[in-house]
């Protein structure tokens, strides 16, 4: 039995009509997981790689202020110092919820650990510049120094994770 043609122009038109409609199903679901993993690399990755760079920059300027204060003694360094020492904490707090593998959270607690050693460090020799005592001014600056440089290099490990996670995002996101 043949169909007229009507019928079989109608059937084919209803299947070209029924390919575009999968297909723009299948387009749809490609393009919301595209969405999904370019929100992932701009509010994670990217995000993460701002705050860690920010922290980075920060810490360099609380450092100058530092040594500014130890060489003037001038209470205004002290002060910045200690007004520069809340954003990084505030950066660090920022930080911490977006870092989602284990050796990102073990660099950060390092990072976090040798930060507070710093802050302690700087207020003992505070209180002996302050009280006029003499103190081991080497020591000081060599301990100071050994956690700056745990921190810098914590904190750019954490960058470069990040950016590779982005980079591996942007990579599957081509394949899409």
């Known amino acids: 039995m043949r169909l007229p043609l009507f019928k079989r122009l109608t059937f084919g038109y209803a299947a070209i009509l029924l390919l575009l409609i999968f297909l723009g199903g299948y387009v749809t679901l490609q393009l919301q997981e595209l969405n999904r993993r370019t929100l992932a690399i701009t509010e994670i ?15 360099i300027t609380q450092e100058s202020f530092e040594k500014k204060y130890l ?7 002290h002060r910045h110092f200690w007004n520069i020492g809340d954003y990084i904490e505030k950066d660090l707090k920022r930080l911490r919820p977006l870092l989602s593998t284990p050796s990102q959270t073990a660099l950060f607690a390092a990072t976090s650990a040798s930060y507070a050693n710093y802050q302690t460090l700087f207020r003992k020799e505070h209180e002996f510049v302050e009280s006029g005592k003499s103190y081991a001014y080497t020591t000081f600056q060599t301990s100071k120094e050994k956690a700056l440089e745990g921190i810098h290099q ?15 995002k942007l990579a599957d996101s081509h394949r899409i």
């Open 154 to 168: 914590n904190i750019t490990k954490i960058i470069t994770a990040a950016r590779a996670s982005r980079d591996r």
């Open 45 to 59: 990755d990217s995000t993460t790689v701002r705050l860690a760079e920010n922290i980075s920059d920060t810490l």
């Open 71 to 77: 060489i003037s003694r001038d209470p205004d360094f």
